[in-house]
């Protein structure tokens, strides 16, 4: 009877959103320069893609431009986010390790493993979005001016607002997804960490 009891309370431990959003956002105040570094990351990689995005939809709008994104320039992009996954894991990493007695010591007051992860995820989804529309913000005005100077700001203005918005909604999928896949490890990592052991960790 007492293992039931104790497996139904257990069952029962749960951790609104509310909480989780207001828990990762005190943790990113408490550490605003790691969480700026990761951020401007997001958004070095994602303004990459957006500004060849808002390219793209721009010269579809200019017939005569005889000029095309090329195929290799996705590439760029794409190994520019790999990077940003590689980056934002490390500081991820870090984060874990800084944080590690902090861990142990919500662990022993009946955090789970889920909880945990949970923190984690909803950290990185918040710096990732942020670093997301501030990306495509970067790279579509940053094309806009570009080839609102070489080709007319009438050609600018005459896209349509259905593309400006996918490629508003493809960025932040895009940091979305790299900084989910980022924080995949080191939440795991911190899931799956000893409370007793992190007590006797000296960070």
Not at 92 to 103: D, G, K, P, Q, S
Request: charged letters at 15%; one cysteine or more.
């Amino acid at each position: 009877m007492p293992e039931a009891i104790g497996k139904e309370t257990i069952g029962r431990v749960k951790l609104p959103l509310r909480e989780l959003l207001e828990l990762s956002l005190r943790n990113i105040r408490r550490r605003q320069a790691r969480a700026t570094v990761t951020i401007v990351t997001v958004v070095l990689g994602v303004s990459f893609l957006s500004f060849l995005t808002m390219t793209s939809i721009v010269l579809s709008q200019y017939a005569g431009a005889g000029v095309s994104v090329e195929a290799y320039q996705y590439w760029l992009a794409f190994i520019s986010l790999l990077l940003c996954v590689v980056s934002i894991t490390n500081s991820m990493i870090i984060a874990v390790y800084e944080r590690y007695r902090e861990i142990g010591i919500i662990k022993c007051l009946g955090a789970l493993d889920r909880h945990v992860i949970s923190l984690f995820f909803v950290e990185s989804t918040v710096m990732g979005l942020v670093g997301g529309g501030l990306g495509f913000l970067c790279g579509s005005v940053t094309a806009m001016a570009i080839y609102g100077l070489q080709l007319g700001f009438d050609v600018v203005l005459k896209i349509p607002l259905f593309e400006s918005l996918s490629c508003f909604f493809l960025s932040l999928t895009v940091a979305f997804t790299i900084s989910v896949c980022a924080t995949l490890y080191p939440a795991y990592k911190a899931a799956k960490s000893n409370p007793v052991e992190a007590f006797r960790v000296e960070i």
